[in-house]
């Protein structure tokens, strides 16, 4: 990757959602907003290729946003008072920023607005705030990128429709809307920890990162929340693995084979800190919700000095209680993994086999299905699974070891 390459990429990290905020707030539309920092985005990669960076990024990238936004109202010829508000120099008063300091965390708040049903709201701050694209967007719903684009699309002109206010939220504003931005977060955390792409690194240490910190600052300002405390335990402990997930080659280690002694030992300590807080909280007669109960699970792995010495009827009471809450089938066939530890591969696969019509798309749901035929003996079956797998799996790592288990097959 070249040095403009390398600015463009942090610029849109780092600039992405200060720059839809700053647009959004000034010109009321999320879609002008949107677009126009996209137009910016690509003009800086023609421009900086040819010019070089320029010292301030986002500076550079706020200024050209702004004048795309004001050529698409002008064109529209049918907003003048928009386009009154647009001539405004961007030396006004800064406008009060809430409860919230942090850019796009207020941004991310904003957009997860409780009129919006809560998928439309999670897929569009996904798209609008998270920098995700629609088909990576569309990977975490299981659902064709088609379909995606229709629900951003819809939730976009209920807002318009609804006049729903792009308005900074409050203190009072905040509880309402927590659920949706944890949901945000969770799933911006992993698509950096399993990147579903082809054409990206298998972990994108960048989203991660990100998802930590905005958590750690909803911590803050929520501290009595138990989800919260349980989804920062719950990345916690899953970053702390994540040295130990890829190989020298690129490819994808499972928990099983992972160098437990390259795990990030203050990581985890805090994670089960965290843990041990949620459950004196659900001693005292508190509910745990989703995410304190998938956090409570990583802290089951993570004290296992080794694989053998996982707690395996633990991890399927955990997962009860959650099927309980969630019945999914993602969480369906991550109890099963649990439930072959105990009871064998035959019983698992049974339950598997069940989903079938459920994750016909979900390339780990083959992915298992494969490895439990595997211990079953039956290669050929086995073989078909992980064909399946590879074929839906668009990480970089975990394709590399499908690939390699699979031609471990007699």
Known sequence: MSDVEEAITRAHHDEWARVVAALTRRFGDLDIAEEAASEAFATAVERWRADGVPPNPGAWLTTTANRKAIDRIRRENKRDDKHREAQMTYDDPPEPVGAIDDDRLRLIFTCCHPALAMEARVALTLRMVGGLTVPEIARAFLVQGTTMERRITRAKAKIKAARIPY???????LPARVSGVLAVLFLVFNEGYLASGPDTD?????????AIRLTCLIRAL????????????LMLLTDARRTARISANGELVPLDEQDRGAWDAELIAEGHRLVRERLAAAASGATPGRYQILAAINAVHTSARDIRDTDWSQVLALYDQLVRLDPSPIIALNRAIAVAELDGPEVALAIVDRLAEALAGYHAYHATRADLLRRLGQSQQSRAAYDRAIELAGNTGETAYLTRRRDQLQ
């Open 202 to 210: 298998p972990v994108r240490h960048e989203l991660t990162t990100e």
């Open 222 to 233: 929520l501290p009595q929340d138990g989800e919260v405390a349980g989804l920062l335990a």
């Open 167 to 173: 308005r900074m939220p409050s203190a009072d504003d």
